[in-house]
């Protein structure tokens, strides 16, 4: 049973680009959530998803940041118009129910803006 | 908001035992705890509910005192391999589990052999 997978592993951008992160969960896990880690400190929440449904985007920035979790396909966490402060590493993680249930971790992206 | 661990770091031997502990000005409805080592994802190690189920690793233990809002992991006998930085991650009571998880700051654990 395949885990939770992300790509790219690692990705760079120049300031100003557009930087596209993909996951896509365990198997039967339908819920999905991100999380981004900066060097040395933890991780913070960003946006949980369930298929085709946002339920909670509260720690994701109002601006640039999006998040989509399509019927069929990946989760996509899409970063327009890059700023060095957006380097970091970005997890996503899937369980199979929202309540209750472990959440299981991909190996993350680190995207780095030049 | 963000529950605190302590400490912030910790040296053992192999062999010595360890107690981590995270606290959190909300009312919880679960703990988390995950280890990462560097440079890689944190691994799911144990989730502690609200009404005293527990759910995890084997050779590791931890309590949850849901008038405290608190929670301590227990590593006993450490090996080399747990070394790593342990991360608790806290879901509100309010939203009933459904939330993603609020991290603390993590707590260093080096074993040393």
């Known amino acids: 049973n395949a885990g939770v997978m992300q790509n790219p592993r690692h990705l760079v951008r120049r300031r100003g680009q557009e930087a596209r992160l993909r996951c896509s969960p365990m198997?039967?896990?339908?819920?999905v959530y991100w999380y981004r880690q900066l060097p040395e400190e933890g991780l913070k929440f960003m946006v949980y998803l369930q298929k085709e449904n946002i339920i909670d985007e509260s720690g994701m920035p109002k601006e640039r940041f999006s998040a989509e979790f399509p019927k069929e396909g990946p989760s996509i966490l899409r970063i327009q118009q890059v700023v060095r402060g957006d380097s970091a590493a970005y997890f996503c993680?899937?369980?199979?129910?929202?309540?209750?249930?472990?959440?299981?971790f991909g190996p993350g992206t680190r995207l780095t803006v030049t | 908001q963000q529950p605190v661990q302590s400490p912030q770091a910790v040296i053992l031997r192999e062999g010595e035992d360890a107690v981590i502990n995270c606290s959190s000005s909300k009312a919880l409805y679960s703990v988390h705890w995950y280890r990462q080592k560097h440079g890689e994802a944190p691994v799911f190690l144990m989730i502690l509910l609200k009404g005293g189920e527990q759910k995890g690793h084997e050779k590791i233990s931890a309590s949850f005192n849901e008038k405290k809002q608190q929670s301590s992991l227990y590593l006993t006998a450490s090996q080399l391999s747990y070394s790593g930085t342990y991360f608790c991650g806290t879901a509100p009571q309010e939203g009933g589990g459904a939330d993603g998880l609020t991290f603390g700051k993590g707590t260093h654990l080096i074993i040393q052999p």
């Open positions: 993680a899937s369980s199979p129910q929202a309540s209750s249930y472990e959440q299981y």
């Open positions: 198997k039967g896990h339908s819920h």
